[in-house]
């Protein structure tokens, strides 16, 4: 199971193909650099060049949280959207330190 899910809508024009393009380059940073898995699901909705515009693509959610529409985010936006959902979902033991479960992955990791 992934860590964080991505999702972009895309039209057929260029600056759609650059937002997936970023969101892809994206989860591979997150994967190699840091251990965190990322889904990317792309959609591609088939519209020129003035009807994405007009319907506002690209879309790039981060698990299930606008992060930009009609534009292209940095890739940094997205490493830090990605961890900011992370953080926020990490479990507190009964003296409020975060608990970490150690996994097969993590062990592999580790090694």
Not at 48 to 54: K, L, M, P, S
Not at 71 to 98: C, H, M, Q, T
């Amino acid at each position: 199971m992934a860590d964080a899910k991505i999702v972009v809508y895309s039209g057929l024009d260029g600056t759609s193909r650059l937002a997936v393009r970023v969101v892809r380059e994206a989860a591979v940073l997150l994967a190699r650099n840091y251990g965190v898995e990322v889904d990317v699901e792309v959609t591609e909705i088939p519209v020129g060049d003035t009807e994405a515009a007009q319907h506002g693509l690209p879309i790039i959610k981060v698990n299930d949280e606008v992060l930009a529409q009609a534009s292209v985010p940095s890739l940094s936006l997205i490493v830090d959207r990605v961890f900011e959902y992370l953080a926020s979902n990490i479990e507190l033991g009964p003296l409020k330190f975060p608990v970490f479960c150690c996994t097969e992955r993590t062990l592999r990791q580790t090694a």
